[in-house]
C-alpha cells in the first residue's frame, strides 16, 4: 500500500493542525493504521494507533487528550488532529500500516511507511 502524508506546518503553541494520510494500492480496511513522529536527534516514537474499523485507538502518553487519531475507509484516509500544540510536538510526522494483529507501538510492527510531513510549532 503506498502512503502519502500531507497537512503539517507552522503552527504556534497552543494552536492545532490536522495531518492527513492517504492510501492507495490495497483494501485500506485491511490495515491498522498508526502515527509516529521524529524529531531531529532522536529516534522515532509511537504517537497513535487506529483499528482496522476504526472503534480502537491507543495513544502515547505525551499526546492524550490533545490528539486524536480517525479514519475514513470510504476516503482510505487516516488523520491526526493535533490541538494544543507544544514545542515538543514539533517532529516529522509519519503515517503507518500494519498487518499485523496485536502490534502497534514500534516501527517494526508496521509493513508500509508515508513519507514524512514536518510539523513546526513556534513558542
Known amino acids: 500500500v503506498q502512503l502519502q502524508a500531507s497537512g503539517g506546518g507552522l503552527a504556534q503553541a497552543g494552536g492545532s493542525l490536522r495531518l492527513s494520510c492517504a492510501a492507495s494500492?490495497?483494501?485500506?480496511?485491511?490495515?491498522?493504521m498508526g502515527w509516529f513522529r521524529q524529531a531531529p536527534g532522536k529516534e522515532r516514537e509511537f504517537v497513535a494507533w487506529i483499528s482496522r474499523g476504526g472503534g480502537s485507538t491507543n495513544y502515547e502518553d505525551s499526546v492524550k487528550g490533545r490528539f486524536t487519531i480517525s479514519r475514513d475507509n470510504a476516503k482510505n484516509t487516516v488523520y491526526l488532529q493535533m490541538n494544543s500544540l507544544k514545542p515538543e510536538d514539533m517532529a516529522n510526522y509519519y503515517c503507518?500500516?500494519?498487518?499485523?494483529?496485536?502490534?502497534?507501538?514500534?516501527?517494526?510492527?508496521?509493513?508500509?511507511w508515508g513519507q514524512g510531513t514536518q510539523v513546526t510549532v513556534s513558542s
Open positions: 494500492g490495497r483494501t485500506f480496511s485491511n490495515y491498522a
Open positions: 503507518a500500516a500494519t498487518s499485523m494483529w496485536g502490534g502497534r507501538y514500534y516501527s517494526k510492527d508496521y509493513n508500509y
